[in-house]
């Protein structure tokens, strides 16, 4: 994988084959940024990455000068990894291990992207669930987004706050906003 864009555009980041990660393609996380430019100034952001695996949409955040980015995941190999790579590119990255249901149901921090890529045989309950945590426990700013990564075969357009979806060969991304009472 590498950086895209920021203050390490183009490096490259190897994770161990030992982590159990599909990190997001470069042709996918180009276009999820595209999208995100055009949204959002990088240096006013407060990241959440949940089911980080290796970090790489992290450290993509973190290279664009978010203002600050932490990082969920379970799996402790991972956790290791991104705080081991954060640490040697100098990024403001907080790596927590945790299970993310968990962590959502007590979770310290407001954010204004949320980015979630659990795995691609995820149930729609479990997707739900990742939903109507976020948007219960108000965990995004006002003007927020929250954004889960899935495979083509799951439709997540019937969840609440749904806004848009953006397919890049097998990945989708789907975006979900709050939604303005009038």
């Given at each position: 994988?590498?950086?895209?864009?920021?203050?390490?555009?183009?490096?490259?980041?190897?994770?161990?084959?030992?982590?159990?990660?599909?990190?997001?393609?470069?042709?996918?996380?180009e276009g999820l940024f595209n999208i995100l430019n055009n949204?959002?100034?990088?240096n006013k952001l407060h990241v959440l990455e949940l089911f980080?695996?290796?970090?790489?949409?992290?450290?993509?955040?973190?290279?664009?000068?978010?203002?600050?980015?932490?990082?969920?995941?379970?799996?402790?190999?991972?956790?290791?990894?991104?705080?081991?790579?954060?640490?040697?590119?100098?990024?403001?990255?907080?790596?927590?291990?945790?299970?993310?249901?968990?962590?959502?149901?007590?979770?310290?921090?407001?954010?204004?992207?949320?980015?979630?890529?659990?795995?691609?045989?995820?149930?729609?309950?479990?997707?739900?669930?990742?939903?109507?945590?976020?948007?219960?426990?108000?965990?995004?700013?006002?003007?927020?987004?929250?954004?889960?990564?899935?495979?083509?075969?799951s439709k997540l357009s019937g969840f609440q706050n749904f806004?848009?979806?953006?397919?890049?060969?097998?990945?989708?991304?789907?975006?979900?906003?709050?939604?303005?009472?009038?």
């Amino acid at each position: 994988m590498r950086i895209i864009s920021g203050q390490h555009k183009g490096r490259r980041i190897t994770a161990p084959k030992k982590l159990p990660v599909r990190p997001t393609t470069d042709m996918a996380k180009e276009g999820l940024f595209n999208i995100l430019n055009n949204n959002f100034h990088f240096n006013k952001l407060h990241v959440l990455e949940l089911f980080s695996g290796s970090g790489n949409i992290s450290y993509e955040f973190a290279s664009r000068g978010a203002v600050s980015v932490t990082s969920v995941d379970e799996n402790m190999d991972c956790v290791k990894f991104i705080k081991k790579t954060s640490l040697e590119l100098e990024m403001d990255i907080t790596p927590i291990k945790s299970d993310v249901f968990k962590y959502l149901e007590r979770a310290p921090i407001k954010a204004d992207i949320i980015f979630a890529d659990p795995p691609y045989n995820f149930e729609d309950n479990q997707f739900k669930n990742i939903v109507d945590l976020v948007f219960d426990k108000e965990l995004l700013n006002k003007e927020g987004m929250l954004i889960i990564e899935h495979s083509k075969y799951s439709k997540l357009s019937g969840f609440q706050n749904f806004d848009v979806d953006r397919r890049y060969g097998n990945s989708v991304f789907s975006f979900f906003k709050i939604k303005i009472k009038e």
